[in-house]
DNA sequence: ATAGCTGCAAATGCTTTGCAAGGCC
DNA sequence: GGCCTTGCAAAGCATTTGCAGCTAT
């Protein structure tokens, strides 16, 4: 009788749908492990393995669909530091990067760790959309 | 009698020994190219382009090959801002840069236009080996 | 001579797409 | 019901690799 799984937070359920997105079992299971923990940094092949080894049903192509869904929604974003891959980001306050270059890690920096004293002004009919600082570090 | 074909200037010829690269007929095109006026930030596809706009023979591996030799020999800097393509800049001095999200165009900034406070300290055991500043701008 | 380069074609790796079947509202 | 989503396989791109033939020193 008493069902044997429970549902996901209510926090993720809303999460999905005030951003639009219809609650399906695939978007729950990921939404989950992406924003049910901390701040992360994952790529595709990451997330699909983790959900692989979580038991979730899922296809590679549902995980890209899903990543760009929920960036294009505000949920993540997504972070081009190396050619090969993208790393989307649950932090997605204004923040910039330490990126470890030996392992590829991506670890947050709070938006008092770096300090911009100057910037420049955005060209003439330009905005400023976003300012991203990477720290590259190698160990 | 007299050649009809100059000779690549001596600097071109000088940097590419310098950096212990065999000055072959394919790097001198590159190079003259890359380095022959201003600073530039070329893709590979885009300088293949152009080569053969200039009637340069050369294949697109070996571009990717001269593209990574410079590189790895300090004549050129990449810079990977979106996960389609990489970026190689002629200018291989510490500066950052702003980046034109409709046209995929980078334009450098001086160092003095961006200032930067603080920094945190790289976390123990690691090297802070560049900090690469990319103002996003919409046009 | 010989280590380094070049170019082709094939292979790779990540990401996207086409489209039929299935799920949410 | 109708539109959105999923999943598979195939396609797409940028980039790399294997390797035979060429070239600089």
């Known amino acids: 009788m008493m069902p044997l799984k429970r549902w996901p937070s209510p926090t993720i ?27 992360r ?3 595709a092949e990451e997330l699909f393995t983790e959900a692989k080894t979580k038991r979730v049903k899922v296809s590679l192509a549902t995980i890209y669909n899903a990543l760009h869904d929920f960036t294009s929604r505000g949920l993540l974003r997504e972070i081009s530091i190396e050619s090969e891959r993208s790393y989307f980001d649950t932090n997605v306050t204004d923040h910039h990067h330490f990126f470890f270059e030996r392992s590829g890690e991506l670890q947050d920096l709070g938006l008092d760790q770096v300090k911009i004293a100057s910037l420049p002004a955005a060209p003439k009919g330009a905005k400023i959309a976003r300012v991203d600082v990477v720290i590259r570090v190698t160990d």
Chains 1, 2 share one sequence.
């Open 13 to 39: 359920l809303q999460r999905l749908h005030d951003a639009g997105l219809r609650p399906t079992r695939q978007r729950l299971a990921l939404a989950k492990i992406l924003f049910g923990a901390g701040d």
């Open 41 to 43: 940094h994952v790529t």
